[in-house]
């Protein structure tokens, strides 16, 4: 299926509502999505910054919202 998008004609929250709609997509079908080596790499390290202290986390709702605060 192809999908012709402008882009860049879209809001930052519509940008942000268009990255959900596919992100919901995808877990519906999980073991379809192969992960390359490097995501493991990545979430290793991200897993050690976390543990010392280097790093915080927030949940997806404040994620969210600082998102959709940019597009503003």
């Not at 402008?6 to 929250?13: K, T």
């Not at 790499?41 to 202290?53: A, K």
């Amino acid at each position: 299926m192809s999908v012709d998008i402008q882009i860049e004609s879209l809001s930052v929250a519509e940008k942000v509502q268009l990255l959900e709609s596919v992100w919901e997509s995808l877990c519906a079908h999980p073991g379809d999505v192969q992960s390359p080596e490097w995501h493991h790499e990545v979430l290793e390290e991200r897993r050690r910054r976390l543990e010392d202290g280097r790093a915080t986390i927030a949940s997806w709702t404040d994620a969210k919202a600082r998102l959709m605060q940019l597009g503003q």
